[in-house]
């Protein structure tokens, strides 16, 4: 069976997996709180059916997701050689997000929320009104029979908390709120998981927070902020890039503040941009312009250039969403 539309529905994703016995479940490189949940909540999941899983992932899990049940399973590589019977990939617009090669070799499951998904799956199911994949893989694992165990459950609950930017973004809808719901009731301590995701910064990330922020740049309107890292700030506050996962979301607590470009150096003339904001500026609409890609509020993509013309060119086309937006 190969399903090349988006049309596919969750019971159909749960027979072809009943199907088969050997898996392996992947995300998108740089992983976030959406791609770990997901993915470890649909391994627990598929254990819990017998069935045996690898998860896999192109980079590191960051420090405060690593005090979570089942992290530690997660393999860091850079290619799998043995694909087994189905890869499950969570929230990849096309295969090549991973950055893990030898995944399309087998069949694979795309299950994705994104816009601009390539249906690069031999199943593809998309729900674009889902705040997180977590959602759908919570669906799944209902249709799938399996229990929602503690474990489990505090996984849905990280990729929905942080995909929605704690509550903050404009994906969310009542089945957000009545997933989390049952999360809780299965035992998971949302207050403990929000301290353990928000609230466990090192000196370092602080300093580099302040460092990082004192350089923030506001466009004459006052309504777009620009903050940027290069390698040499990070390393003078004795912190890495990792130390500055959910730096892009500050400047939105200013009142007047509506969109933020922030700019991580990853080698001269290269730079990671990701993207936020409020209501109905599109973000994603201008990370796709740059291939990339995300939600309304939350988007990221990649740049060339000088930082100051780079600047001037995402003030524009932040601008541009602004109006776009009213």
Known sequence: MTTTT???TAAQVAAEIRRRQRFVVASHARPDGDAIGSSLAMALALERM???VRVVSKDRVPPQMQV???VDQIEVVDRVDDAGEAVIILECGDVQRTGVAGLERSYVINIDHHPG???YGAMNWLDLSAAACGEMVFTLIGELAVALTPEIATHIYIAILTDTGAFHYSNITPRTFDICRQCVEAGVNAPAVARSIFDSNNLARLKLYGAVLHRMQ???SGRIATVYVDQQLARECGGTYEDTEGLVNL???VKDIVAVAFFKENGPGDWRVSMRSKGNINVNAVAREFGGGGHTNASGCSARGEFADLKALFEA??????EDGK
């Open 218 to 220: 506001l466009d004459p």
């Open 117 to 119: 998904n390539t249906l």
């Open 251 to 253: 400047p939105l607590t």
């Open 50 to 52: 017998g069935k045996q």
């Open 317 to 322: 086309k932040l601008t541009k969403a602004i």
């Open 6 to 8: 988006a049309d596919t």
């Open 68 to 70: 979570f049940p089942g």
